[in-house]
């Protein structure tokens, strides 16, 4: 991919010295000449042949916040489970005279 890009800077390199080395020519010529020949499309060439790898990147990104997302919660509820307390998993009955209210999960 770089190979193509370097490969026509340098054609548009050398067309723009050959506009400010010209007897007719001049050096604003030759700076159009490699921004409009050489930087302007390369950039947009770069832009397009970049955009499979762009697009890795983001998956990429993706699928490991997920997998933190998934690795928190899975955490958190391992927590819930190890700090609950089962009510009353034994044979005794309640020495509390009214009920316990639960909350909704």
Do not use: C
């Amino acid at each position: 991919m770089y190979l193509v890009l370097i490969a026509w800077i340098y054609v548009a390199l050398m067309m723009a010295i050959a506009e400010a080395t010209s007897p007719v020519g001049s050096l604003l010529g030759a700076v159009v000449t490699f921004l409009l020949y050489g930087v302007l499309p390369m950039s947009v060439v770069g832009y397009i042949m970049g955009s499979p790898s762009r697009r890795r990147a983001i998956k990429a990104k993706e699928a490991a916040d997920r997998a933190q997302a998934i690795a928190a919660h899975a955490s958190q509820n391992a927590d819930e489970h190890v700090n609950s307390v089962a009510p009353n998993t034994h044979s005794e009955t309640s020495s509390h005279p009214i009920a316990a209210v639960r909350k909704e999960p």
